[in-house]
């Protein structure tokens, strides 16, 4: 079945470099045609996806492709909108981080229809046919709630009383939110006295998580620890906690997941406890796999992103050093 879809690639790259107006055969070779890719981000919501966005237009132009960019301002009609106008481009490869996982097999149909192979890049789609995309690229979302989870059960080894924990959502519907909470839900069950006591949607932004936050503190006096699906929400429940005359980091907890720069400094001066990294820099790994694809040469069917966990003091020593 692969094989099949290789040489549908392959034709398709062929035809689709033709309609560019190519004379030479698929990427990488010749050095006469340029790759045209579509790329429809999700949006500008956060910290990582500006890093993101600037590390997929820099690597486009390292290596030479061509990049049509679309923000999708966290709405998928929009997302399905940029799609279908990169078929009618015809584009020769479509890259896109889906802003919710569910409703894209139409369009996904379309592309393949239109012989367009699409790489999934960041989050993923719940399609359950597995040939409307060529590859997946991204971070394991579950393996970082699970780390947020295993963390706080550690710190809380002593506890004696109940642990009561508020959580700040990503995007509902988004593969991040649904995966970190089922990784973090899992790896807190290694605790019972870890409960969690309220969980609402920030939507990966810091307005969001400051709207959450103070929420959360109205209804609940006792608010040990915040899960925040992302810095940007951890940071804004920052300033609601600080509003409220709390001390986020000491009275109450806070474990995020991104490490970008505002999330790090954060950590470094005590105010976030744990930070769970989820790294943005996707852009020379997109290119290559693009050309590849575009080549007909197989790429593995998941590329997972490698990452790592900061405490505070582990932040101070690379704070100077994180590139976004
Ligand atoms: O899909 C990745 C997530 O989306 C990042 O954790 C978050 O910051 C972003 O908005």
Not at 72 to 97: L, P
Not at 152 to 177: F, H, M, R, W, Y
Not at 311 to 321: G, I, Y
């Amino acid at each position: 079945m692969f094989k099949k879809s290789l040489i549908a690639v392959a034709a398709a790259s062929m035809l689709t470099l033709t309609a560019c107006g190519g004379t030479g055969s698929a990427a990488g070779n010749a050095g006469t045609d340029k790759i045209t890719m579509g790329f429809a981000q999700v949006g500008a919501e956060s910290g990582w996806r500006t890093a993101n966005t600037k590390s997929v237009q820099e690597s486009a132009k390292k290596a030479g492709i061509d990049l049509k960019f679309s923000d999708a301002q966290q709405k998928q009609e929009n997302q399905i909108k940029a799609i279908r106008s990169y078929i009618q481009q015809k584009v020769d490869v479509i890259a896109f981080s889906p802003v919710v996982e569910s409703g894209w097999d139409t369009v996904l149909k379309e592309a393949k229809t239109a012989k367009i192979p699409v790489i999934l890049t960041d989050r993923a789609v719940d399609s359950t046919d597995k040939t409307l995309y060529k590859t997946f690229l991204g971070s394991d979302f579950v393996e970082e709630g699970k780390k947020a989870g295993t963390w706080l059960v550690d710190e809380s080894k002593s506890a004696t009383d109940t642990v009561n924990i508020v959580e700040i959502q990503g995007t509902t519907g988004s593969a991040p939110a649904n995966d970190r909470k089922e990784g973090f839900e899992e790896a807190i069950k290694a605790n019972p006295k870890l409960k969690i006591i309220a969980s609402q949607s920030g939507d990966f932004t810091r307005s969001g998580g400051k709207q959450v936050m103070e929420a959360f503190l109205k209804n609940n006096p006792d608010i040990d620890v915040v899960f925040a699906h992302n810095d940007d929400e951890g940071l804004g429940a920052i300033e609601a906690i600080e509003a409220a005359g709390k001390v986020p980091g000491k009275d109450i907890k806070i474990v995020t997941i991104d490490a970008v720069k505002d999330g790090m400094t954060a950590l470094s001066n005590g105010k976030i406890n744990y930070i769970v990294e989820c790294s943005p820099m996707l852009g020379d790994q997109l290119m290559d796999l693009a050309k590849k694809v575009i080549a007909g040469e197989s790429v593995p069917e998941r590329v997972v992103t490698e990452e790592t966990t900061f405490t505070q003091e582990q932040a101070k020593q690379v704070l100077a050093s994180r590139p976004y």
